[in-house]
């Protein structure tokens, strides 16, 4: 069984820079697609970033594009989403998310798409 645990979330000012990180363990497949979603009160979970199971192919939603940074380390089966340029809106519950994969290049931007999820770390930008 696949747990995914994030770390890094916190409170931090807009225009500041946070990482946050999504620990894999149980892996067993050759491939596993991740991503990072998130969800702020009130409003339904959406899609921010995703990485291919090789880390060679990358994903983001338009609002986050040129701030935020995808990236994965297989060995330590760790994902990263660095996160800069913070603003008020990127306020939310950051979840990470994995599914296994048969292609080292596909990844997912659906959360339907995801099999495995992580507990949710709290991002709270102010201004």
């Known amino acids: 069984q696949v747990q995914l645990v994030e770390s890094g979330g916190g409170l931090v000012q807009a225009g500041d820079s946070l990482r946050l990180s999504c620990a894999a363990s149980?892996?067993?497949?050759?491939?596993?697609?991740m991503g990072w979603f998130r969800q702020a009160p009130g409003k339904e979970r959406e899609f921010v970033a995703a990485i291919s199971g090789s880390g060679g192919d990358t994903e983001y939603a338009d609002s986050v594009k040129g701030r935020f940074t995808i990236s994965r380390d297989n060995p330590k089966n760790t994902v990263y989403l660095q996160m800069n340029s913070l603003r008020l809106e990127d306020t939310a519950v950051y979840y990470c998310?994995?599914?296994?994969?048969?292609?080292?290049?596909?990844?997912?931007?659906?959360?339907?798409?995801?099999?495995?999820w992580g507990q949710g770390t709290q991002v709270t930008v102010s201004s």
């Open positions: 149980g892996i067993t497949s050759n491939y596993y697609a």
């Open positions: 998310a994995g599914r296994s994969s048969f292609v080292r290049s596909y990844y997912y931007t659906s959360p339907t798409n995801y099999l495995d």
